[in-house]
């Protein structure tokens, strides 16, 4: 969401390990769930599609068809189906090349 982003940010400016650990422990909802990106808007048509992701992990594992979990969230423009079908989740991979948080 909008706060958790600006609360990220200002994680991202403490300089020193001991400043960032202790904005995380004064923080822990924001550290404690799965984080992910997934582009707020769409690239082509402007619409906010950020806020359906959780919803269409859902439709999908309840065994709706691609097709008809997009059409559930209202989804009409191929634009947005597309980033929706098409995002893949690289946060994970991406957070081992820390290089804030090597211990050497």
């Known amino acids: 969401t909008f706060c ?3 609360f990220l940010a200002a994680e991202s400016l403490c300089q020193s ?3 960032r650990s202790a904005f ?3 923080h822990p909802r924001l550290f404690n769930s799965v984080a992910m990106i997934i582009p707020v808007r769409c690239f082509t048509c ?17 065994d709706y068809s691609e097709r008809d979990a997009l059409d559930a969230l209202d989804l009409q423009r191929y634009c947005c189906r597309r980033m ?3 995002h893949v989740d690289l ?5 081992n090349y820390n290089t804030l948080e090597r211990q050497d």
Not at 50 to 60: A, M
């Open 4 to 6: 958790e982003t600006h």
């Open 17 to 19: 390990y001991e400043a």
């Open 24 to 26: 995380r422990a004064d």
């Open 46 to 62: 402007g619409k906010v599609i950020g806020n359906k992701w959780d919803t269409y992990l859902d439709l999908l594992q309840a």
């Open 84 to 86: 929706l079908m098409t």
């Open 91 to 95: 946060i994970e991979k991406l957070l």
